[in-house]
């Protein structure tokens, strides 16, 4: 059983930046892929980034891609967020995921590749 704990959000004017943390604990953390989501009122949850679990890999959506970056420290069992160029359009309730998932390149961006959630933090990007 994993357990999954994000920190660092907050609230932030357009054109800021954050940077969103997520402990892990339980399990072999360098074992799991690790994906960020987020889910803004009225919406799903959606994609934002993803890596695999030696960090070689990675994935974002495009509405964020060259804005944030996804890294992780396995031995310190947390993957980060690195939000720069917020826009309003970004806030959300973002959370942390990890996969098991063997064909993870496929799937990265799909919520059933998670088998782990952690409850999120609340990222508000004022105009």
């Known amino acids: 059983q994993v357990q999954l704990m994000e920190s660092g959000g907050g609230l932030v004017q357009a054109g800021g930046s954050l940077r969103l943390s997520c402990a892990a604990s339980g399990g072999t953390f360098s074992t799991y892929a690790m994906g960020w989501f987020r889910q803004a009122p009225g919406k799903e949850r959606e994609f934002v980034g993803g890596?695999?679990?030696?960090?070689?890999?990675?994935y974002y959506s495009d509405s964020v891609r060259g804005r944030f970056t996804i890294s992780r420290v396995n031995a310190d069992n947390t993957v980060y967020l690195q939000m720069n160029s917020l826009k309003v359009e970004d806030t959300a309730v973002y959370y942390c995921?990890?996969?098991?998932?063997?064909?993870?390149?496929?799937?990265?961006?799909?919520?059933?590749?998670?088998?782990?959630w952690g409850q999120g933090t609340q990222v508000t990007v004022s105009s």
């Open positions: 890596i695999s679990g030696t960090g070689i890999n990675t």
């Open positions: 995921g990890a996969s098991t998932a063997v064909y993870y390149y496929r799937r990265h961006y799909a919520r059933t590749a998670y088998d782990y």
